[in-house]
């Protein structure tokens, strides 16, 4: 089956500390895949090294046959990332901050007009579509940060899902 994500004994050193401390695993096509552990166990660092925010100490990561040391923007653009914080611009509305964030995928203003119509009926924010998002509710502000997130169609996430009649 084909590998999606690669991680081969990956370590993240902060002077002497060991944040991430040999860690590999692997994640294929159709699988659904945990990172699981106590506080301080490095799941968050191991995750900003996946999505580009933190190079390896050591190590490497690979996705979709990319290597994350040197194809960072290219895997970027193939995964959706949805951060802890709330990180959405609080002077523009619901479908502002989709569509310019859209933007930075360069994808074109009529997709992403209709990608952020199907989102935001998903994730049910159609009615605050012009709200500011200083004026929805912290739930809501949460479902438009997975929307952003999907904005882009991330490829992880397709090869991840497997569709029906395929193996």
């Known amino acids: 089956m084909e590998q999606i994500i690669e991680v081969n004994r990956l370590i993240k050193k902060f002077n002497d500390v060991r944040a991430a401390n040999d860690i590999s ?72 901050n989709l569509l310019i964030f859209a933007g930075y995928f360069h994808i074109p203003f009529k997709k992403a007009k209709e990608r ?14 012009d709200a500011k998002v200083m004026e929805i509710s912290g739930g809501m502000a949460r479902r438009l940060i997975l929307a952003r997130a ?11 899902i497997r569709k029906p009649n395929s193996a």
């Not at 994350?68 to 523009?92: F, S, V, W, Y």
């Open 150 to 160: 999907l904005i882009n169609d991330p490829d992880l996430l397709n090869q991840l």
């Open 25 to 96: 695993f692997r994640v294929r096509k159709g699988e659904f895949f945990g990172l699981l552990g106590p506080n301080g166990a490095g799941k968050t660092t191991t995750i900003r090294m996946l999505c580009g925010f933190s190079p390896p100490s050591d190590g490497s990561i690979r996705v979709f046959d990319l290597d994350i040391t040197k194809d960072c923007r290219k895997i970027k653009a193939c995964i959706g990332i949805c951060q802890q914080e709330n990180t959405l611009d609080p002077d523009l509305t619901v479908e502002q």
């Open 116 to 129: 952020c119509r199907e989102l935001l009926q998903f994730f049910a924010l159609t009615h605050k579509k």
